[in-house]
Each structure stands twice: as C-alpha cells, then as structure tokens.
C-alpha cells in the first residue's frame, strides 16, 4: 500500500496566500469606486479627496521594499503577523472615522500592514518552491489579485448599496483568519541579523516621493531633487558595511535589465486600468457602475487563466510565457487602438486580451528576475521589483492624464475612424510599437537562455 505524501509547506501556503491576495487587493481597488462620496461627505474637492487613494499607493510601494529587506533577516512569520495586526488596526481606526483626518490616517496605517503582503506573495514562491515548479506558484498569487480585481467593484457597490462606505473598512479584518495557517506553516528560520540601515531606506523613499511629484505635477524641480536623493541613496549603500540595498545586486547586469523590462510592461500595462475607464466615461458617457461592469470580464478571465500561465511557464519556460503574453497585449492594444468608438460590450472582449496578457506578462517576468539573483538577496530584489511596479502605475497615469487632456485632432490608426477616441487610438497604437521593443529586448536578455534551460530540464525529466 503506497503511503501518501504529505503536501509541503510551501503547496499549502499558496492558497492562503491567494486568499490573502483576493481581500488586500480589493481593499485597494475598493475605495476608488467611492471617492465621490467620501468627497461629499466632507465637503472635498477631487484633490483633497484623491489622496487617500494616492498615499496608500505610495506608502504600499515603499513599504514592499522595507518589508523585502526585513524577510532577509528576520522571520517571515513574525513581519506577516505584525503587518496583518496593523492593516486590521487601520481598518478600525477607518470603520470608526468622522472626519477626514481619521479616514486618511485609517487609510495610511493599512498601508503600512498591507505592504507586508506583496512583499510575502513574491517571497514565499522563491523560498518555497524549486525553478521547475516557480511559475505555478508564482501564477496563484496573480489569480488572487484578478479575483480580487473582479470582486471589488461588485462588492464596493453592494456595500455603499446597502450600507454606509465606511463599512469596506471591514474587508481586511477578515485577514486575520490566516494568521493561525501562515504561523503554522512558514518555517521557524532566523535570517541574519543587524540593524537596517533607515537612512538608506529614506533616501530611497524620498527619491520615489520627489520622482511621482515631479512626473505627475510636471514640477521640474522635483525632478532635480530626485537626482540629488538618488545620488546620496548611491553614495549611502556605497559607504555603509550592512546597507539597505546591497551594491553588487545592481551590478547584477540580466537583474537590472530584468527590472528595467518589469518597470516599463508594468506602465504599458497600467493604459488598460487608467486609459479605458476615461474612455468608457467620456466618449462612451458610461456611469461609473457600467464602467466597472465591463473592467470585469477581464478581470474574471485573467483569475480564471492565471494558473495556466504559471503551469506554461514550468514546462515551457518564462520567456515562452513572456512571448505568448505579448501577443495577447499586442492584439488587444491594436484591437482597442482601432475600434476606440465602438460599442462598450466588444471593448469588454478586447480587455480580456489584454488583462489575461498583462496577467501572464508579470508570472514570467517575477520568474525571470527571480532567477537571477541569490537567495539572500530574495527580500530586497523582489521587493524592488514590487515597488517599480507602484511606481510604473503612479508615473504612467500622470503622463497617461497630461496626453488625453492635450488631445489630438490627428489619427495615426488609418483604420480608426472615431473622432472623438483619435487621442486613445493614438496612445494604444504607441503602446504596441513600444511593446514589441520590449519583445526584442527580453529576448536577447532571457529568452534564449531561457529556451536552453527548458530544453536541459526536460531531457532531464525523460
């Protein structure tokens, strides 16, 4: 009688860890659907109220990389139990709020807890898993962000429907049902110690606060405060012995170039979740509502294909993954770029192309920098690739915002035939041509390689 084996740690920490995904990114998108009633209720304009949207983004960002840094040298389950503590700590403070201040600083302390779990999702397949069965892991933690993607608009509206908004404060606090599963489950190792180095850590936060000003308000000066924070971030990790980010992983060339691919895909990408819904409400004249509805199809099909992309990724390798999702972003970019004025219903199919492409696109890129680097510098390397990612989003909307708000009276797309849409046509015909530079370059990167490794494994397993 054969014994059964019994499932590793890591085959049960990925399903809490998608659980896990499913809620935090639904705190996140939630609140975007309600910032018009937060605005009347304190009687806000749309800048004052955007913050509580924008803080939390920059402080989740930040906040991935420390929490990285922190998972080199300390127990996982520990930073897990604290971050989830404070994002439920947080959420009460919101639940509770009555004026502004108290939603803002509600919503800032879940930033500060909810950072821990990106940098947990990137972490735990790395730690957990072997190369050959990354991919597969890596893929539940993108299906958790779909679902959730797909959920919260539908249970933003149910909410506000029913109920007072304050009450989507609530959703996080059902996270603390994992503590018991991730303290049992993730191991007792101690990492190194030391103390960290925060001077780094602010310089580079600071660096990232002054680049999204500067990008988003197109304050020049900024931009020169950024160069001067990047300067002394080099200098500090340079002349420290312990420094918050270790010099040789930049020196790290297939790392850094692998980073520079995520950055760039992640702000492409970020067009079909920024640009559609501008396009849905002022060519279409859709209410938020219906603008929602049609984001969800795509979302739904992205959680639903997610694990495929991970088991492709195994068996045929991450730049096969990479290749596939490129065309799928290829073909919903030209898709779009071309029937800009067409009915809401057809630009819902197209987003299934493009949400299910950019799904895959960041399984195989998270794979590919994932291997590239050591395992003691898992923490920090892949919480710098989270933060890219935040930081892609925060500048690809300023700059997404200031071109429609130009316009264009010209149509690069012969095939368009949409006055109104010229701007958006334009925009996605740009991002096409960008994204098969971007084909060439990973190729060149990764992809060979890649292919060889693939080729080597399977002749292994035969």
């Known amino acids: 009688m054969e014994k059964k084996v019994p499932p590793k740690p890591g085959d049960k920490l990925m399903p809490i860890v998608m659980f896990t995904l499913v809620l935090s990114s639904m ?65 009460l403070i919101g639940l509770v709020s009555q004026t502004f201040s108290m939603v803002l600083v509600g919503r800032c302390l879940q930033a500060i807890g909810a950072a821990v779990i990106p940098a947990t999702a990137m ?36 909410i506000v429907s029913v109920a007072n908004w304050r009450w989507l404060f609530c959703i996080p606090l059902f996270l603390l049902i994992t503590l018991p599963f991730y303290r049992r489950n993730l191991s007792d190792e101690q990492r190194a110690q030391g103390n ?6 602010s310089l580079l936060a600071a660096s990232v606060t002054f680049l999204l000003i500067g990008v988003t308000n197109g304050k020049w ?75 969800v199809p795509a979302a739904a ?35 779009i770029s071309t029937f800009t004025g067409i009915s809401p219903v057809y630009i819902a199919t197209f987003l299934i192309f493009g949400n299910v492409g950019q799904t895959f696109m960041m399984i195989a890129l998270s794979n590919s920098v994932s291997m590239t680097m050591q395992r003691r510098q898992a923490g920090v390397g892949m919480g710098l690739l989270t933060m890219l990612n935040f930081i892609a989003g925060g500048m690809a909307s300023g700059i997404y915002g200031k071109v429609v708000d130009l316009g264009s009276g010209v149509h690069w797309n012969p095939a368009n035939i949409y006055p109104k849409s010229f701007i958006y046509s334009n925009i996605f015909l740009v991002l096409a041509a960008l994204h098969v530079g971007i084909f060439i370059f990973y190729y060149f990167l990764f992809g060979r390689r890649d292919r060889s490794n693939t080729e080597s494994l399977n002749e292994k397993l035969l």
């Open 123 to 158: 972490l735990i397949p790395v730690i957990y898993f072997p190369p050959e069965r990354r991919g597969s892991a890596t893929a539940m933690a993108f299906v958790g962000l779909s679902i959730g993607s797909a959920l919260g608009p539908v249970i933003s509206a149910f």
């Open 196 to 201: 960290l180095d925060w001077i780094g850590a």
């Open 301 to 335: 099909a992205s959680a639903i294909l997610g694990r495929i992309g991970g088991m492709l990724a195994d068996r045929k390798g991450n730049s096969s993954l990479f290749f596939m999702a490129s065309g799928l972003l290829l073909t919903c970019f030209i898709l």
């Open 27 to 91: 705190s996140v998108l939630m609140f975007n659907f309600i910032l018009p009633e937060i605005s009347e209720a304190f009687n806000l304009t749309t800048a004052q109220v955007s913050w509580v949207t924008s803080s939390y983004a920059f402080i989740y960002g930040i906040g991935t990389v420390v929490y990285g840094k922190l998972a080199d040298r300390y127990k996982l389950k520990n930073l897990l139990t604290f971050g989830l503590l404070f994002f439920a700590f947080g959420s």
């Open 221 to 295: 000066l900024f931009l020169i405060f950024t160069l001067v924070a990047i300067v002394l971030f080099i200098r500090r990790i340079r002349s420290v012995s312990d420094p918050f980010v270790p010099p040789e992983l930049f020196k790290n060339k297939r790392y850094t170039i692998g980073l520079t691919i995520a950055f760039l895909s992640s702000g492409i990408g970020f067009s079909l979740y920024f640009l559609i819904p501008l396009l849905l409400s002022r060519v279409h004249h859709l209410e938020p509502s219906l603008i929602g509805m049609v984001m």
